[in-house]
């Protein structure tokens, strides 16, 4: 039994580490390899150029500098939030994740509206100042990692409030009973046993924003970063280039995530206990009003974007031109989108495409689960580390790894011919939710006790039985969570996309680029606001599915 | 020891087959689990494997229900091999330690669940499902979530699960252990009588003696992965094979002593006495290292200390029900409970501990 279930695992294993190592690992060796065709010409060619050069170093100090403005308005959101109670707390706390309910591309258009040249409060602070030009620009470094702060920061405020929530308020009464002061308190105690969660969103962050493609994209202006060049190099036919120029961003990826890795290798405890600790209500009226001031300030920061869309999303294409806000509106844009087929083309495609890369996680990421979980066979390593990967690869990097393999028909290097078809898009999405539905559908079934399919056994349940009356149910949270979440990443998904895409299956974010760049304002902030409704939908729906489980 | 001690079967009812380990052994890496243990376990017969965690007896029990297999030696059931048999073909009835109630299906699912694998209709499988809930003393739970139930409840239906299947033999993997313990003590007669009923083969792990003297027939002490005997408790108590045993079943002390065969002599403080002896059937006559297991009961406790007893002082004193029970310090730094129904030593006090009449248990050293 012990040999013949063994046996069976790994012929389950088999064919899904197959198709994982052909869709995941393997266009990266063809990157990889591709690099090397001319020998080291390619990357002689890379080290020789200063716009490389430069791209490199931006992508890095943008990372690390998203990492750090997002550690300052993640950290102290968290302590606020769950430490203290104010008037307006829940409000805040309600839209404190928000940022992470807009696509990334959308985030930057909403950015784009609000702070760009002829941006609304671009505007008012020009009409204020009485200035004749715009105070600002929103452009290069510090605009893309303003943008991030916005969006990334989000990761840092989940894991460190997580991280207090699980903090014992028993560790924090002792040090002060051993006569500690607050600041001593925080100093020894709170922030050390809150760098793990510190860590790990900072780790986050570092690789969102490594491999950002919006915000640089949109407007990096002349700036140069990899992800973008990267683009550029294959769109001016110098593939060569943009394998060098994948592998390094790749690379710098993967050092990032060891980097943190060795970081954090000391830590040997975690933070077990529930917490139970009472938030402290200021007391003082002053401190009060500051403090709700202070929040209300930050509530309309962090929806401004969103309204802004949704408002935009009303005006008339063309019109909006100097003034502070839109002078005309209508429903006409919505109107277009579910009557003018072209316009209506790209969110068929959006959804067509989401279900079939969803419908792949839902198998694949399922049966993943459940092998890593409950079955011990010579692979498994092998598995959790390929379910992991495409977390690690920036999704440009995988989109040119998928452009460079599935180009052609050639079934003696395994090739078979996607690109220019409908399949490429689905493929990408799929690969980028691997990490996320696989790791949903774990948590489920790791809450699982594992003798539940032992008992099944034993009661003489075959293997299909089983499956379908014990393991699935228990993996149905994580799963439809998983993959709620899948859908609605790949209905929104820009960054492969704008490598892989062409005219027939555009997706709604290249349609949102075009109407943007076609200056109809209107027609991409309706699209943007379409995405944003299928988000906060998909949300919902998932973490009641979540709570469930719990 | 050299060979591991062979049990004896039940005589039980007829139709049921004997449960069978014959020379089982189980290796995880360098690591042996189970080294050569034979058990068997006859029909309506109820067998307790005993050891500490990490004596394997969870792993012989994984093995008997086929959810490990072993590297050498069978599993019989009524003469049958059924070593290579999976589990879910073997028909046994399996309790686990932690129940494995499925969560997200009510009580009379759960318990139907090993019928709607056999493909018995729902109408009927749920019926008797209800009929196995009401045998358990759990009528009318049938509609009730896993999660509504209490410890001793959640037991009844994980055992329900494994009777209503008709099992060929019943395997509990410490069905105890996770009750607290007043309802630990009435559950123990509930599941002797609930077991017997049945007449198939049961086996059951626990780590505690008390659980294994008030529901099993026989008792199979586990050290290591080695079987160190099997006997009735009577038999474990009255004449333990090794010093192993002697320790873990009962309390007592071990003294070193010359073996002569039926008697042996005990020296404590330059006092010697000869005592009677008791070994199990199958040992050798006479041990080359010996001791003998001093038992609280078996130990006399006077006010002076005479010829014929051990001269001491009360260390402890403890009143224990109907008894009292003394620690008294010995001569050469030995230490021995006395149990004693009068209480009128007290601590501090000079006594003298004798011997009663024995046969005292003998084990090799």
Not at chain 1, 115 to 135: D, F, H, K, N
Not at chain 2, 138 to 152: D, F, K, P, V, Y
Request: some cysteine.
């Amino acid at each position: 039994m012990k040999g013949a279930f063994r046996r069976q695992s790994f012929l389950i294993a088999l064919p899904v580490i197959l198709l994982l190592l052909w869709t995941v690992v393997y266009p990266n060796v063809a990157v990889i390899v591709g690099s090397f065709e001319d020998g080291l010409g390619h990357w002689r060619e890379f080290a020789a150029s200063p716009a490389d050069r430069e791209a490199l170093w931006t992508s890095l100090v943008i990372s690390v500098a998203s990492v750090f403005a997002s550690l300052a308005i993640g950290v102290p959101l968290a302590f606020l939030l769950g430490r203290f109670d104010f008037p307006g707390r829940r409000l805040l706390r309600a839209v404190a994740t928000l940022p992470a309910a807009l696509p990334p591309l959308v985030g930057v258009i909403a950015f784009l509206f609000l702070y760009g040249e002829s941006g609304l409060i671009t505007r008012i602070v020009q009409r204020v100042l009485g200035m004749s030009e715009a105070p600002w620009r929103l452009k290069g470094v510090s605009a893309i990692v303003f943008v991030h702060a916005y969006t990334m920061y989000v990761y840092v405020f989940l894991f460190v409030s997580a991280g207090l929530e699980r903090f014992d308020a028993t560790l924090d009464e002792a040090a002060s009973g051993l006569g500690a002061s607050t600041a001593q308190r925080l100093r020894r105690v709170t922030l050390p046993l809150l760098m793990p969660a510190v860590a790990g969103s900072a780790l986050l962050v570092f690789m969102n924003a490594l491999g950002s493609f919006s915000a640089p994209y949109v407007f990096g202006g002349g700036l140069r970063v990899l992800s973008t060049q990267i683009l550029a190099s294959k769109t001016n036919g110098a593939l060569g280039l943009a394998y060098v120029e994948t592998t390094v961003l790749t690379l710098s990826a993967v050092s990032g995530l060891l980097l943190f890795r060795w970081l954090d290798r000391k830590r040997k405890y975690t933070l077990a206990s529930k917490g139970g600790r009472k938030r402290r209500v200021i007391r003082s009226r002053q401190v009060q009003i500051l403090t709700s001031i202070g929040a209300a300030v930050i509530v309309i920061a962090l929806v401004l974007p969103h309204l802004m869309v949704v408002l935009v999303s009303f005006a008339r294409d063309g019109v909006w031109t100097t003034q502070v806000l839109p002078p005309e509106y209508t429903l006409e844009n919505y109107r277009r989108l579910f009557s003018e087929a072209e316009l209506w083309r790209p969110i068929t495609n959006s959804v067509s495409m989401a279900l079939v890369a969803t419908a792949g996680n839902l198998v694949v990421c399922f049966l993943c689960a459940y092998l890593i979980v409950f079955r011990k066979f010579a692979g498994r390593r092998l598995l959790e580390l390929l379910v992991a990967l495409p977390w690690a690869i920036p999704a440009t990097a995988i989109a040119l790894g998928l452009a460079a393999t599935f180009n052609r028909n050639d079934l003696l290097s395994a090739r078979v011919l996607l690109v220019g078809t409908f399949w490429i898009l689905p493929l990408a999405y799929f690969i980028r939710d691997i990490p996320l539905v696989a790791s949903a559908v774990e948590g489920s079934l790791r809450q699982m006790d594992a003798s539940l399919e032992d008992a099944a056994r034993g009661l003489g349940a075959s293997w299909m039985l089983t499956m379908r009356r014990v393991i699935l149910p228990a993996a149905r949270p994580g799963l439809v969570a998983g993959c709620l979440l899948a859908a609605v990443t790949a209905v929104g998904e820009f960054v492969a996309s704008v490598v892989l895409y062409t005219h027939a299956n555009r997706p709604i974010s290249m349609e949102i680029l075009a109407q943007l760049r076609a200056l109809a304002f209107g027609t991409s902030a309706a699209y943007s606001v379409l995405l944003i409704l299928l988000v906060l939908l998909m949300t919902l729906a998932a973490r009641s599915f979540e709570e469930r489980l719990a | 020891m050299t060979a591991a001690p062979r049990a004896r079967g039940g005589e039980g009812k007829a139709g049921a087959g004997v449960l069978a380990l014959n020379g089982v052994t189980r290796r995880f890496g360098e690591y042996t689990a189970v080294d050569n243990v034979s058990v068997e376990v006859g029909p309506g017969e109820l067998l307790a494997l005993v050891g500490a965690s990490g004596s394997g007896k969870t792993t012989t029990l994984r093995i008997a229900a086929g959810y490990e297999s072993p590297d050498s030696g069978t599993v019989t059931l009524g003469g049958e091999d059924i070593t290579r048999v999976p589990p879910e073909r073997r028909g046994f009835g399996m309790v686990f330690q932690h129940y494995a109630l499925f969560p997200h299906m009510p009580v009379e699912e759960n318990v139907a669940f090993g019928l709607e694998a056999r493909g018995v209709g729902k109408s009927e499988r749920l019926e008797k499902a209800r009929a196995a809930l009401v045998s358990v003393g759990l009528a009318g739970a049938g509609g009730r979530a896993i999660q509504s139930l209490s410890g001793g409840e959640q037991q009844r239906v994980a055992l329900a699960r494994a009777l209503v299947i008709e099992p060929r033999a019943l395997l509990l993997d410490e069905p105890l252990s996770n009750l607290d313990p007043t309802l630990r003590q009435a559950m123990r007669d509930d599941l002797r009588a609930m077991l017997r009923r049945v007449g198939v083969p049961a086996l059951f792990v626990t780590h505690d003696q008390e659980d294994a003297f008030a529901i099993a027939d026989r008792i199979a002490i586990l050290k290591k992965g080695k079987l160190l005997q099997v006997g009735t408790p009577e038999e474990l108590y009255e004449t333990p094979a090794t010093p192993e045993v002697a320790s873990f079943i009962g309390r007592g002390t071990m003294v070193s002593a010359t073996d002569k065969g039926s008697t042996a002599t005990v020296t404590i403080g330059g006092r010697t006495r000869e005592l009677a002896v008791k070994r199990p059937q199958g040992t050798p006559s006479r041990y080359e290292k010996a001791f003998v297991v001093l038992r609280p009961e078996a130990l006399e406790l006077s006010n002076q200390a005479g010829d014929a007893s051990w001269p001491g002082r009360v260390v402890n004193r403890r009143f224990a029900g109907g008894v009292i029970v003394y620690r008294v310090e010995l001569a050469d730094g030995i230490g021995v409970d006395v149990e004693s129904a009068s209480g009128n030593a007290h601590e501090d006090e000079n006594v003298g501990v004798s011997p009663g009449k024995g046969p005292f248990p003998i084990v090799p050293g």
